[in-house]
């Protein structure tokens, strides 16, 4: 199994544009998750799917949009990019079980 | 926000125990105690958890007090792979969200 997948790993942007980040899992998790982390900081939830075709928001979702349309793709989408969206980007997964798996993050700089 | 408290920073020997502290003073009866690791940047990885008994897995031991109200974790014998950023995190075990509220964790330095 690849785990979790990230695409891109590096990514710059002008204010204004858009992205969007591309998460995979091969592991049939029903659960995903995208986190960001600024530097020095914790990982802050974004928004989480308990499985296909459902989406909920979590501590700092604005400015970000989802959608889970199978079970193994995640993606999440910047619409109009900010500097204050500069951040390291991962996703996550978990089985019905507890543990989270992450993957490796995106490195985004919005200029 | 978080509901754990973490010393900022530790210093380790190699090869010597390293025990990290949390304190969740204000947890519940049905939330875990959870520690991951984030090594130099890389995804997070998660170590171990517990309830209310002491757990050991090949990585670390967790040893919760008897009220809940702090943990420690023990790497047994640190190496310098293990020198990463700790989190202790509290989830409740009665939502099927497995939502994580990452506080900002202890940077441990394992030293030679």
């Known amino acids: 199994n690849a785990g979790v997948t990230q695409t891109p790993k590096f990514r710059i942007l002008k204010i204004g544009q858009s992205m969007t980040l591309q998460c995979t899992q091969d592991?049939?998790?029903?659960?995903m998750y995208w986190y960001r982390q600024d530097p020095g900081m914790g990982l802050k939830l974004i928004y989480y799917s308990v499985g296909a075709g459902i989406t909920d928001k979590g501590e700092v979702p604005n400015g970000y949009n989802v959608s889970r349309s199978t079970t193994e793709d995640f993606p999440l989408r910047l619409e109009l990019a900010a500097p204050s969206q500069t951040s390291v980007y991962f996703c996550?997964?978990?089985?019905?079980?507890?543990?989270?798996?992450f993957g490796p993050g995106t490195r985004l700089t919005v200029l | 926000d978080a509901k754990t408290t973490q010393p900022p920073s530790m210093d380790c020997a190699e090869g010597r125990a390293a025990n990290l502290p949390c304190n969740h003073s204000?947890?519940?009866?049905?939330?875990?105690v959870y520690w991951y690791r984030q090594i130099h940047s890389q995804g997070p990885q998660y170590i171990i958890h517990?309830?209310?008994n002491n757990e050991t897995n090949e990585m670390a031991s967790l040893i919760i007090t008897e009220d809940r109200k702090s943990s420690t974790l023990i790497l047994p014998h640190a190496t310098l792979r293990d020198t990463a950023v700790y989190y202790c995190?509290?989830?409740?075990?009665?939502?099927?969200?497995?939502?994580?509220?990452f506080g900002q964790g202890t940077t441990l330095q394992v030293k030679p």
């Open positions: 996550a997964s978990r089985p019905f079980a507890d543990t989270q798996y």
């Open positions: 592991m049939n998790h029903n659960y």
């Open positions: 204000t947890i519940s009866g049905n939330e875990y």
């Open positions: 517990g309830l209310k």
């Open positions: 995190i509290v989830r409740d075990g009665s939502s099927n969200t497995g939502k994580l509220i």
